[in-house]
């Protein structure tokens, strides 16, 4: 399940860098994106699935990927804005994935009930090069629970050390010496891992910091 997370984005560790986009580069949320393109150019309008089933389909895969593209997307900005020298946090926090899904919520909830609201983001979309055509119907939201996917999956990623946070976490010590337990609170179970990384930024072996971080990420 992670060696395709590993391919696109990376893998992190002492000394290595990942792109801070590991909710996004889930399998899960890859095939709902994948899904929906084959729904759209593919499956609606060739008679093969009922309209009402491709309908429902693409608005399920919506909830399902744009919480966490919206996540992985500003975090990489953000890291793009870091390499620069700002300095600023680029890995996913839960007020990020909080954020995602509220953006997502509000949006799903406008295009489906207002058909200005569709129009203009259907105007948007095209703008960009992806022509859409978008239909207000109050009952697309029927899809809404499956937004519980995409805040399970950063949920998991948060716990599992997300993609990014150890270079946050080197910059913040070496630009104010901040201790890296105060950049793992949201990570259950990562007092090994704080330890040995104060260490291994201090100039201390990086493995013990490397099994810490295994050991918190199940070996995926």
Not at 20 to 49: C, Q, R, S, T, Y
Not at 75 to 100: E, N
């Amino acid at each position: 399940m992670r060696r395709l997370q590993r391919i696109l984005a990376g893998t992190d560790g002492p000394g290595k860098r990942a792109l801070p986009a590991g909710e996004f580069l889930h399998p899960v949320p890859l095939f709902a994106l994948a899904l929906l393109a084959v729904n759209d150019h593919v499956l609606k309008g060739g008679g093969i699935v009922p309209s009402a089933v491709t309908g429902k389909l693409s608005d399920v895969c919506g909830f399902v990927f744009f919480p966490v593209l919206v996540t992985a997307v500003a975090d990489t900005l953000l890291l793009a804005a870091a390499r620069l020298g700002a300095p600023v946090d680029f890995s996913l926090r839960r007020w990020k994935l909080w954020a995602g899904l509220a953006i997502t919520a509000a949006l799903m909830t406008a295009i489906k009930l207002s058909p200005e609201a569709a129009n203009a983001v259907a105007g948007a979309l095209g703008a960009v090069g992806f022509p859409s055509a978008i239909v207000a119907d109050p009952m697309d939201l029927l899809a809404f629970p499956a937004i519980a996917i995409p805040w399970w999956i950063g949920r998991t990623e948060i716990r599992r050390v997300p993609l990014g946070r150890l270079e946050v976490l080197e910059r913040a010590w070496r630009r104010a010496n901040t201790p890296a337990r105060d950049g793992l609170r949201d990570v259950p179970g990562s007092d090994a891992l704080a330890a040995a990384l104060d260490d291994y930024f201090a100039g201390g072996d990086p493995e013990p910091a490397r099994t810490a971080l295994a050991a918190l990420r199940g070996g995926g």
